[in-house]
């Protein structure tokens, strides 16, 4: 069964600093993996989508990375503006006996200006 | 594209009621998903579809769950009686591929 963990899962810095965010997974049969954004009281926005035989994905100051093998990802935020303050999940993907999400707990970020 | 498209926004409804959560996805896209969304469970997939049929219904919690998909613009999710524990946020989203998942707003249940 696939469990897919977040750490930390708050995570308060000042506007400017570059973070980690982390993502486990004890599955590596995945198809992929999403990093999605959620405001509160919103839906969630799909952010970056990494294929499973891809290492990694970038969009503008976000990169995330998959390593299978350890059963890993990483979201990493460059230079983070008080805007990217939300609640950041991880989703794997499976195939196997029909598509199957399982989501993280997710990571809640507050960047202070 | 509107984006995925869910109604009503919030439900209040007392217990032992039928609630109907409805939700059109993005023209063109091919899956479905309803999920539910708790403080203590996070967010749970419940049924999913594929071209109209549901393929995995596992997250489906209960019998009082039922799940439909008349047409490629249209879903439904039922919930009949409904229960104080049902009380939650109910999102759908659809996918042309089965990879990327378009969220919408979502559905705020209380059951009293």
């Known amino acids: 069964k696939q469990e897919v963990t977040q750490i930390p899962a708050a995570l308060s810095v000042p506007e400017g600093e570059n973070l980690v965010l982390n993502c486990s997974f004890t599955?590596?049969?995945?198809?992929?993996l999403q990093w999605f954004r959620q405001d509160p009281g919103k839906g969630l926005t799909s952010l970056l989508l990494?294929?499973?035989?891809?290492r990694e994905q970038t969009s503008g100051r976000l990169n995330a990375s998959l390593d299978k093998s350890s059963g890993r990802s990483t979201l990493y935020i460059a230079a983070s503006q008080p805007g990217d303050s939300a609640t950041y999940l991880c989703?794997?993907?499976?195939?196997?006996?029909?598509?199957?999400?399982?989501f993280g707990a997710g990571t809640r970020l507050f960047v202070k200006a | 594209d509107a984006g995925v498209i869910q109604s009503p926004r919030h439900e209040v409804t007392e217990m032992g009621q039928e609630v109907t959560l409805r939700c059109k996805p993005i023209?063109?896209?091919?899956?479905l998903f309803w999920y539910r969304q708790t403080m203590m469970r996070g967010l749970e997939l419940l049924i999913y579809?594929?071209?109209?049929?549901?393929?995995?219904d596992s997250g489906m919690p209960e019998d009082r769950f039922s799940a439909k998909m008349p047409n490629a613009s249209f879903s439904t999710l039922k919930i009949q009686p409904s229960e104080p524990r049902d009380s939650a946020v109910y999102f759908c989203?659809?996918?042309?591929?089965?990879?990327?998942?378009?969220f919408g707003a979502g559905t705020r249940l209380s059951v009293l």
């Open positions: 989203a659809s996918s042309p591929t089965g990879n990327i998942q378009y």
């Open positions: 599955d590596s049969a995945i198809y992929n």
């Open positions: 990494i294929q499973s035989s891809q």
């Open positions: 989703a794997c993907l499976r195939v196997t006996g029909g598509f199957k999400t399982i």
């Open positions: 023209s063109g896209h091919n899956s």
């Open positions: 579809f594929n071209n109209n049929v549901p393929i995995d």
